[in-house]
């Protein structure tokens, strides 16, 4: 209240096509790490296990590395006993059979990627594709029972089919042929693993392209009709691009893992007789590493496998983002 007989002081008024100075924002309370751990501890606390399971069996072990530029000697140093340098990349680099085996991990490799990843994308859009929720989940169910089976059992079950005295001689019998030894000849060793992983594989696969199929807008295949557009017009201009970045992100992971082709199931299945197309990089160190006890040649060969396979995933991520605009990273 202005005293009377006195004059009011002036009053600031905005200048003319000035905004008044706004009042500063009100920020968020930040949580600091511990009292976000203080308030969230039994989510924190499921990822102990996890996180302790990794570094144990996945970090730690790294150190062990080092071994392949140092002389190792069961029961001495654990990190090796002295320097060699690289003498064990320039051994497994001039020994010819290592370049064998590389070549056939390369060939089992390739064929596994071109035979096993598109096949559960076909399936899953066949599935897609079916009216009945009972049939449905009938094929799903019968395509799924295969993942579950041990590698034991399914290599168990491709050497009964495929003995001399198997149901396909026996077949082959029928027809009046010979029976045909395909567990002992080297041509056959391929076609039989390619096989079996697909048919152990390829309905597990089917799960995560089924997911990204449920994302699909309807409208989009409402439009495409209404444009007169068939089913296969609808599949290849709705479908394949609703579901290219898993598609791409599973192509890269596939990629990264393609030089560790099946050891457990290849172990069970080969013999020497087959070395000559079935004897792969994780066979090759098995024998070399634990049979021959040669532990620095196999970490030598392992970390070069581990080098080529971390080339391929950031050599198929950097393409993927490039030419599709999708990738891991």
């Not at 949580?31 to 203080?38: E, G, K, N, Q």
């Not at 030598?300 to 030419?323: D, K, P, Q």
Request: glycine content about 6%; some cysteine.
């Amino acid at each position: 209240m202005s005293v009377p007989g006195t004059l009011d002081p002036p009053r600031s008024t905005p200048q003319a096509g000035k905004p008044p100075p706004a009042a500063p924002p009100v920020r968020a309370r930040r949580l600091t790490w511990r009292r976000a751990l203080r308030r969230d501890w039994q989510l924190y606390s499921l990822a102990v296990l996890p996180l302790l399971f990794f570094a144990v069996f996945r970090y730690l072990p790294m150190i062990g590395n080092v071994i392949a530029f140092r002389k190792f000697q069961p029961g001495g140093n654990p990190l090796g006993e002295y320097w060699v340098g690289l003498r064990y990349v320039e051994m497994f680099l001039n020994d010819p059979t290592f370049w064998n085996v590389f070549t056939n991990t390369l060939i089992l490799g390739v064929l596994s990627l071109i035979v096993c990843f598109p096949l559960p994308i076909v399936l899953a859009l066949l599935f897609n594709e079916l009216t009945s929720r009972r049939l449905k989940r009938f094929v799903q169910s019968v395509s799924y029972l295969p993942h579950f089976l041990s590698v034991v059992i399914v290599a168990a079950m491709v050497m009964q089919l495929l003995s001399v005295d198997g149901t396909a001689n026996q077949v082959v019998r029928a027809f009046g042929g010979d029976p045909i030894p395909f567990l002992q000849q080297p041509e056959w060793f391929r076609t039989i693993y390619v096989s079996s992983e697909a048919w152990q594989t390829v309905g597990w696969g089917t799960i995560l392209y089924l997911a990204a199929l449920t994302t699909i807008d309807s409208d989009l295949y409402e439009a495409a009709r209404i444009d007169g557009a068939s089913r296969w017009r609808q599949t290849w201009h709705v479908t394949l691009p609703g579901i290219r970045p898993t598609m791409i992100t599973l192509l890269i992971l596939n990629i990264g893992t393609f030089m560790a082709v099946g050891f457990e199931k290849i172990l069970l299945l080969y013999n020497p007789l087959t070395y000559p197309t079935g004897d792969v990089i994780s066979t090759y160190l098995f024998r070399m590493g634990v049979l021959s006890n040669s532990f620095s040649y196999a970490a030598a060969i392992g970390l070069f496998e581990a080098v080529i396979g971390l080339t391929l995933v950031l050599t198929a991520n950097l393409i993927a983002r490039r030419a599709v605009g999708t990738s891991l990273w």
